[in-house]
């Protein structure tokens, strides 16, 4: 069946579909965010649909096999790197005012052990230069950073210290 756009066309081209094999955790993952977005879980899985095969290549060549194990790695990679720069896999790395300063582009950071914001940190600073922090362990942050601000830019963080001047860890 071909949809041409027309309003009677429309009722037909949806329907309930069952599908098996489908990741019980995922799905609720996807239920979760579709709630909050508002919108029913059909709706969001149409979309991904329709970027998943919007990646795919027209003419079924010899990509098709091997490209779809391919496409969430590097859908992923370049949303974060649209975000800014990204920096990623490193143990333990402290940051200072300085550094961020001297990134040309907001920074992405992505599984990093222990990521600690020097004192010299301000709001500013952070709020211009800091665009997301994802799947850390810790953060540690001075008590003039505001934990909120930081949290807001974080998704999947083990732990969120907040050290004072007189503190040493």
């Known amino acids: ?10 009722p037909r081209r949806f329907s309930q579909i069952t599908i ?5 955790v995922l ?7 579709a709630r909050r977005m508002g919108i029913n879980v059909g709706t969001l899985i149409n979309k991904s649909m329709e970027l998943f095969l919007s990646a795919l290549p027209h003419d079924g060549g010899p990509r098709i096999i ?34 961020l300063l001297d990134s040309e582009r ?6 990093i052990g222990k990521l600690r914001f020097e004192e010299d ?15 850390c362990k810790e953060i540690i942050i001075p008590e003039t950073l505001p934990k909120m ?15 004072g001047r ?3 860890e």
């Not at 790695?73 to 402290?94: A, P």
């Not at 601000?149 to 050290?163: D, I, N, P, W």
């Open 149 to 163: 601000l930081v949290l807001s830019v974080s998704r999947k963080v083990g732990k969120v210290t907040v050290v």
């Open 1 to 10: 069946m071909h949809y041409d756009g027309s309003e009677e066309e429309e």
């Open 66 to 99: 091997r490209y779809p194990l391919d496409v969430s790695s590097e859908f992923m990679r370049g949303f974060l790197e649209g975000l800014g720069n990204v920096i990623e896999e490193v143990e333990e790395l402290s940051v200072s005012r300085k550094d």
């Open 20 to 24: 098996r094999g489908v990741d019980r």
């Open 27 to 33: 799905y609720n993952r996807l239920s979760k965010i």
């Open 166 to 168: 007189d503190e040493v």
């Open 106 to 111: 907001a920074l992405v950071f992505v599984g």
């Open 121 to 135: 940190v301000d709001e500013e600073t952070f709020r211009s230069k800091v665009r997301a922090i994802y799947h």
